[in-house]
């Protein structure tokens, strides 16, 4: 797998807008997303 583009921060998940999520789940273009917590 490629990775061909990385996103830091994703967005707050306390009130339920992660914009930056919601933008790569939106893209056609992407096949797969790899989320790593913060915290791990």
């Not at 830091?8 to 992660?18: L, T, Y």
């Not at 930056?20 to 273009?29: A, F, M, N, P, T």
């Amino acid at each position: 797998m490629r990775i061909v583009r990385a996103v830091k921060k994703i967005g707050s998940g306390i009130n339920g807008h992660r914009r930056g999520l919601i933008g790569q789940v939106s893209d056609r273009k992407v096949d797969a997303i790899l989320v790593e917590s913060a915290t791990g």
